[in-house]
């Protein structure tokens, strides 16, 4: 399998790195393009084919994937075109661009629009995929089978692409917001900040390892660890008298709310 990732920002960045970690695809298979020889040159020292040239990328490619901002979508897209062989799937990476504006911009073709995150590059992203119509089942399974490679994958529904893109791909921004936060509070408490990193990191980690692998809600295991008159549960309360649970939810909606228009 033949692949093209047209774009080497972050989240370009973070898919080659979790392909090449995970191991099944070859360097050689992957082309990945770049307008900079200085941004593509550490791609090319791993044996990644490179190039600044979309178009010639492009040709003879089972899968080409637009990693580029949503505002060049349609010029990507009118320039690589007559270079696709007809059964070459195309996978958009951009956030708020429909199936219904790719089938515009390409014609009808098997297309699919993904929502990954950059936990991609550790293999853990979770990664949320919409199909349009003229895809097979086969072809879905095939993306399913390759984004499982880098992570958790599911197929959703596209009217939920906007919910997931907030959930999943900027909730990592927002995990991660939640680790500095409690990170200050440790270094308060007597640790180094790099000593806080890890323990919280990995408490976030294993917490949740525990609800996915376990299968249950997390105020079930919330539950098992809070005790009456306990230390747990007096700051659990605390952080909901300062609105821990409505700031998340608000955060979440507000960021929601930006890509609804």
């Known amino acids: ?132 119509e003229d895809t097979s089942t086969a072809q879905q399974v095939t993306m399913i089978e390759l984004f499982s490679r880098v992570g958790k994958a599911m197929m959703i529904d596209e009217s939920l692409m906007n919910a997931a893109t907030v959930i999943a791909s900027c909730g990592t921004a927002f995990a991660l917001r939640y680790l500095r936060a409690a990170m200050a509070a440790a270094v308060e408490t007597g640790f180094r900040p790099a000593v806080a990193e890890i323990m919280i990191a990995q408490t976030m980690l294993g917490a949740a390892v525990l609800v996915t692998e376990s299968g249950n809600h997390p105020e079930a295991e919330i539950d098992r660890v809070t005790t009456p008159k306990g230390i747990t549960i007096k700051g659990l309360n605390e952080m909901e008298h300062a609105g821990f649970s409505s700031a998340v939810i608000r955060g979440i909606r507000a960021a929601y709310d930006v890509l609804n228009g």
């Open 1 to 132: 399998m033949k692949i093209t990732i047209i774009g080497s920002g972050n989240i370009g960045s973070a898919f080659v790195e979790g392909l090449l970690s995970e191991g099944s695809l070859a360097p050689g298979d992957i082309t990945i393009t770049d307008i900079s020889q200085k941004v593509l040159a550490p791609f090319e020292a791993k044996g990644i084919h490179t190039m600044q040239n979309n178009v010639e990328a492009v040709k003879n490619a089972d899968m080409v994937f637009l990693c580029v901002k949503p505002y060049l979508i349609r010029d990507v897209i009118a320039e690589i075109l007559p270079s696709l062989t007809n059964n070459c799937l195309l996978v958009s990476f951009a956030a708020g661009i429909t199936l219904d504006q790719l089938t515009l911009y390409s014609g009808r073709r098997s297309l699919f629009r993904v929502i990954p995150n950059t936990a991609m590059a550790v293999c853990q992203s979770m990664t949320c995929i919409a199909a349009s």
